[in-house]
């Protein structure tokens, strides 16, 4: 036999919307019925033990030989986020550490390393004299502002008195 003939033999292979959860919502009277008319296929099915320790191996979610998610919690087999992912972002990105971490798991070394060299990249620009947050820098620091400061500091404080914002139109 040829692949697709065996893979037709599986219960899985013909009804496979009984498996996996749809997307969305699904009442929950209809969530036991296909669950259990997995579960149900799943014990005609010649490698349901296989099948079952694949689910738990590999954290999946849905009916794997004739477990569901609390099933195989009961057994001490929690699922856990989708092990594959289609068009993943790749590791030594900045979106590979967050697809690390969405997974629960710590960000690989060059994952690590490009999310640093993303934030330095990101930093705030210094704060400039004769700008308002210039002014504030002063007044933090306990300095009297330079000229150039509170002049920018009055022309702010006026717009905010005459439109309700210190930004310049």
């Excluded at 003939?5 to 969305?24: M, Q, R, T, V, Y």
């Excluded at 349901?48 to 087999?77: F, P, S």
């Excluded at 490009?114 to 400039?128: F, G, L, M, Y």
């Amino acid at each position: 036999m040829i692949a697709t003939e065996i893979d037709k033999a599986f219960p899985c292979h013909n009804e496979p919307e009984l498996f996996h959860a749809p997307e969305g919502r699904e009442p929950a009277n209809a969530a036991l019925a296909r669950v259990n008319a997995a579960k149900a296929l799943c014990f005609t099915c010649p490698v349901i033990k296989a099948c079952r320790d694949l689910g738990r191996k590999l954290r999946e979610t849905g009916v794997w030989g004739g477990e569901d998610d609390d099933d195989r919690e009961a057994a001490g087999y929690k699922p856990g986020p989708t092990t594959y992912v289609m068009n993943a972002p790749e590791c030594g990105t900045e979106a590979g550490a967050k697809r690390h971490r969405r997974s629960g798991e710590k960000p690989c070394r060059p994952c690590q390393n490009a999310e640093s060299s993303a934030n330095v990249a990101r930093k705030r620009q210094p704060i400039r004299c004769g700008t308002r947050p210039g002014y504030q820098r002063h007044r933090r620091r306990g300095e009297t502002p330079c000229e150039a400061c509170r002049i920018a500091n009055s022309q702010a404080d006026r717009r905010l008195r005459q439109t309700g914002s210190t930004l310049a139109a």
